[in-house]
């Protein structure tokens, strides 16, 4: 929790529950992540938080942009960004996006199927495009493997035939899943690139980008490596096997450039033993929940660190669910967190690490509770 | 799907995804609810679906609400409801709405704690309040057991205490889970309320209303029993445990009241297999998933029926999933749906039975998605 955001919930008590985000953070982030992997461009991926002020800053600091939908596209537009620093990285396109975002100069495009490519030579023709390859997400506390990404051998087959049907053969991608805490990931998925590479070379086509994706991770109740690890195991792999041909490198951090900028300040709604016995686990209920943003609880995955009036007093474990009549809205069941005993009904309390993936989850008004209220500072 | 959203999708063909509800089949159903049970009153539980449509019609119809916070309040007064005619039924409240509720006249409270006992005493003084049992959710496909209820000893103790903070014990509830698709669970339920009854008359405390929850199923994939059935054992058990001296009965249905009210349209963004291989699984992803309003194919546990334009032709196993770049947006993986090899990008689909938990759960822009249209006919 900056200072600037511990002094803005102290000195504006904002209504809750309420998302605080410290934009200068965000380009503390940036720089960072540049520090740590200097020949990398940096696709921010405006799903993570589409803020205006989030993305205004990084305009200005020279950042490109990850996009996951024509409505991302006009957010990162609106926010100044030129089109050729957008890549549409979501491979699952509608016809409709497409035609829209090549119409606006998008000219990045990612597909991971031959369905796909076809739609992107039809109404994206010419375009510079790149094909995502499956990779093991092991290690990582948000795992995406199942859904997105190709075989090496079918992207072979498909970068070939992208020649045929009139557009350019950028590149490679993956995605190692979001909060990766291994180095490993990355240095088996950039092996894996390489040998496609060096077949499609020899195949004629001289791919000029590797996408490293995004999965950079942030604290949360785990320590993790810091991103100079990161960035060296990336640098040695890709040394290791590119020698001097070096590709083109992009990265889309999300989390890692927001998660820590953000804090959710919440007030607690009840403190419950559910028969009344003293051993009787206690809950408490906050009044958000994961129907109100904290939808990456689902499964326990990602969990929060807590920042309560109490701190330093005696403490219990708590199951924390949400404020509605939704049974699943449960955040910690399994991982029960260590909470005050005097915690009790009116505390408020903060959420950290929750710039990432909070805002846009938030229902509409699931259970007739308002969408979160943003506050960037 | 009724004949009038047919006609309706047919020649408005509304922008996808959106969902179409038919607001005289949910009258249908209140209907239907009325003469099945015909002994109980209806508290429309809000959070089904609060469209002002569905809430006037049912005002008019002489229904009552059950609401989950104060912005469901809002909602049933704003078209038309009385106050005396909502239940304030979140176990979980906090202090400024139970004050504001009560300033607006509502004066039947849920409670499950101590805690939430006193704030109810202090802020809603006088009020009806009655106490939520914990009772088995087996049979329910969307369970609510572990976060909600009290035992039978603690509900006990409670009651009692609330006549010395100055309030009303007016009954005692419980909820059998959502999608509930045995009767059984009722019967074994209305048995434990009434031993509480007869424990709490000894005590000096003559409780006048069991309010019986919502849980009634509507038909997705699998055939359930029809709600007579539920009327007939509701009743049967009603009469075994309270003879002639039946207390007042409430009932508070949400997905029967309107999931079969409503369809959702979507468009089919890509047809891919992973590996480009006949062998690999078929996905279709749609341009609705899990974050658009689909929330509730988490774990896969509620399974909507599809209707396409190739139906009757050959179909095969397919996974289904959403259109944002989240890992987690796949409604279909274990149970696959069968449908039409023929599907293709671009084609529009219906899913049925979504008229409930949809258009609230959906997200206010994850992925930069637009939340659902709504059209109420």
């Given at each position: 929790m900056t200072p600037k955001i511990v002094r803005y919930l102290a000195e504006q008590q904002p209504a809750t529950p309420c998302l605080v985000v410290d934009v200068d953070h965000v380009e503390?982030?940036?720089?960072?992540?540049?520090?740590?992997?200097?020949?990398?461009?940096?696709?921010?991926?405006?799903?993570?938080?589409?803020?205006?002020?989030?993305l205004e800053r990084l305009v200005r600091l020279g950042s490109s942009f990850d996009a996951a939908s024509i409505g991302e596209i006009h957010q990162c537009l609106a926010a100044g960004a030129q089109a050729s620093h957008i890549s549409f990285g979501n491979t699952v396109k509608k016809v409709s996006s497409i035609r829209e975002a090549f119409g606006l100069g998008v000219d990045l495009f990612v597909f991971d199927?031959?369905?796909e490519l076809a739609k992107l030579a039809e109404h994206a023709p010419g375009s510079r495009v790149f094909c995502r390859?499956?990779?093991?997400?092991?290690?990582?506390?948000?795992p995406l493997s199942r859904k997105f990404g190709t075989t090496v051998d079918h992207a072979k087959t498909l970068l070939l035939k992208s020649v045929e049907l009139g557009l350019e053969?950028?590149?490679?991608?993956?995605?190692?899943?979001?909060?990766?805490?291994?180095?490993?990931?990355?240095?088996?998925?950039?092996?894996?690139v390489a040998m496609l590479f060096t077949d499609l070379s020899e195949a004629g086509i001289d791919l000029k980008m590797v996408n490293l994706g995004g999965g950079f991770p942030v604290r949360y109740r785990d320590d993790i490596p810091e991103i100079e690890q990161f960035g060296l195991a990336i640098g040695r792999a890709m040394t290791e096997h590119f020698g001097n041909a070096l590709p083109q490198m992009l990265i889309e951090p999300g989390r890692f450039m927001v998660a820590d900028a953000g804090v959710?300040?919440?007030?607690?709604v009840l403190v419950s033993r559910r028969g009344g016995k003293e051993s009787d686990p206690?809950?408490?209920?906050?009044?958000?929940?994961?129907?109100?943003?904290?939808?990456?609880?689902?499964?326990?995955?990602?969990?929060?660190?807590?920042?309560?009036?109490?701190d330093g007093l005696a403490t219990g474990e708590t199951v924390v669910a949400g404020p509605s009549c939704d049974g699943v809205d449960i955040m910690y069941e399994k991982n029960r967190v260590q909470l005050p005993h005097a915690l009790s009904s009116g505390d408020r309390i903060e959420l950290l690490t929750t710039g990432a993936?909070?805002?846009?989850?938030?229902?509409?008004?699931?259970?007739?509770f308002a969408p979160l209220a943003e506050h960037y500072i």
């Open positions: 503390a982030r940036y720089h960072a992540l540049r520090d740590a992997l200097p020949l990398a461009q940096i696709y921010y991926a405006v799903k993570a938080n589409p803020a205006a002020q989030i199927s031959e369905e390859l499956a990779v093991e997400n092991e290690g990582a506390d948000w053969p950028y590149g490679l991608s993956f995605h190692v899943g979001s909060q990766q805490t291994s180095t490993t990931a990355y240095e088996t998925a950039i092996a894996k959710v300040s919440t007030e607690v206690r809950w408490v209920y906050l009044d958000i929940g994961r129907f109100g943003g904290l939808a990456e609880t689902e499964g326990e995955a990602i969990r929060y660190r807590f920042r309560t009036p109490h993936y909070v805002s846009t989850y938030c229902s509409t008004g699931f259970n007739g």
